[in-house]
């Protein structure tokens, strides 16, 4: 049986590692956005990782070494002592924020405790988060659980039902 596991890689080897992994077979899911980049002559709107220096892989015991052997990949991320183990619901969730046309950005730094609430309306119906306030508008915050990162998704306020 295979569970989804995060790696911590070398820094903007994100998009190499999760390719090597492909071709070693190894499952893997690296959640991009697209942002707009300022040049000096231009702009551009380009790829890059949610989560800088992590990605997510589906291994099993056999396949589990296989991965600290990718060229920059750092380590597998651990909590209380022992692999952090990501559900599949919560990759589900990473891959339905990362597919709407809901404004989000990710952090590296879980935030403070906030307002928990319930999504009841749109494309996030059923999620649960906190609220924290940002710039002056409400945003739900749904924190990764045994990870040390957190993704923040814009969600209008009356989608919102507090817990």
Not at 8 to 13: E, G, L, N, P, T
Not at 19 to 44: C, F, H, S, T
Not at 79 to 98: H, L, N
Request: with cysteine; net charge positive.
């Amino acid at each position: 049986m295979a569970d989804w596991y995060a790696l911590y890689v070398r820094s903007r080897f994100e998009k190499k590692v999760s390719n090597a992994l492909a071709q070693e077979g190894i499952e893997n899911y690296l959640p991009m956005q697209k942002v707009l980049r300022q040049w000096k002559d231009r702009k551009k709107w380009v790829l890059v990782p949610v989560f800088n220096s992590y990605l997510f892989v589906k291994v099993n015991k056999r396949t589990y070494p296989k991965c600290l052997k990718i060229n920059g990949v750092v380590k597998y991320v651990w909590f209380d002592g022992k692999p952090a183990i990501v559900s599949d619901d919560e990759i589900e969730m990473i891959k339905s924020i990362c597919d709407s046309s809901y404004k989000f950005h990710s952090m590296d730094l879980p935030v403070e405790v906030g307002q928990k609430v319930k999504v009841v309306r749109g494309m996030f119906n059923g999620y649960m988060g906190e609220v924290i306030q940002l710039n002056g508008k409400h945003k739900v915050l749904f924190r990764i659980s045994n990870l040390p990162i957190s993704m923040v998704v814009q969600i209008p306020k009356n989608y919102l039902q507090v817990l």
